[in-house]
């Protein structure tokens, strides 16, 4: 079956849904640098039919986003049901995905996110009762199963393709496991085999060529990259280079992802209207931004204390003024001179 809303190309690249991470501005900086689909974070259900101020500022997004999906969780279907209506009859996304896979306590402990994989008859009332409430196309993004008792990533798929789940992506873990061990991609192939509808593969994807790695693994329709993205967005355009068939661009030179870095920081200053409480949030992207640096363990200290979005700028200029220094001390060193003889 094909993907239910048009795309360019035959195997796109998702951002994945991410809490914190992929806001407006991320998503967009995504799509510039190749990203096929976007998704907000996960919103809860409830905020949203409450109308909560904060939960309707996560909705927000521009036309330069689309396709994009708005990812909602919650497990009582009734309300799941009434905020999917609100969301497609106030800000038309292309399509409204479902959240089965959140490990955080906060989320599980009233069955929503992977809580909801303890009980597959509730996970498809749930996509049921959004699908009746909007005409928008319903995905699901699940984890393998609760536990590993639990673990059945093949039958909770087939129950929510079964309930009307048009795309589902698979994070190939268990709840219990967090983030821990390896993503199981063997089990996003055995999916992939059993569904009629589009699999998304998602997990433990750092480069572009691990991205193609689980393409042929899999076979998955499109690939999710979710942490591969933090602070090196060009993994959508160093992916698809290598899908189809072309040498893979390099990582842009130091300058130039600062100069992507202060972009990334200009729309977040511009997104948020509390300027020192985003610059303070901005401080993660920061840091993955100059990783791997020479000297990045000091370089990164200083952004960290950052309080406007004003400050950046001052700070790459120095650390490349005085990069020599940093670079004879080679990777997170500190510059030559500190260093005790
Ligand atoms: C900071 C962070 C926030 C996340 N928030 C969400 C979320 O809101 N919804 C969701 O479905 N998954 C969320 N995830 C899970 C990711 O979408 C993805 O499934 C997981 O990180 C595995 O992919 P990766 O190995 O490419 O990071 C989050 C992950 C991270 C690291």
Known sequence: MPFPFPLDVRVPLYLAPMAGVSESPFRRLCRRFGADVVVTEFLSAEGIRRENPATIGKLRFGPEEHPIGVQIFG???AAMGEAAALVTDVFQPDFVDINFGCPVKKVVR???GSGCLKDLDLVEDVIRAVARNTHLPVTAKIRSGWNEEMRDPVTIALRCQDAGAKVLALHPRTRSQMYSGAANWDEIAAVVEALDVPVLGNGDIKTAGDAVRMHRHTNCAGVMIARGSFGQPWI?????DLLEGRPM?????VEERFRIALD????AAAYEPDRRGAAIEFRKHLGWYVRGLPGSAELRKTLYAVNS?????GIFD??????DRYEAAGPDGAPLETVPA
């Open 236 to 240: 959508f355009d160093q992916t698809r």
């Open 309 to 313: 979005h004003d400050e950046i700028a």
């Open 75 to 77: 497990a009582e279907p």
């Open 249 to 253: 661009r390099p990582a842009p030179s």
């Open 318 to 323: 120095d650390y490349l003024r005085s990069r």
């Open 264 to 267: 990334h920081s200009a729309m």
């Open 110 to 112: 009233r069955n929503g």
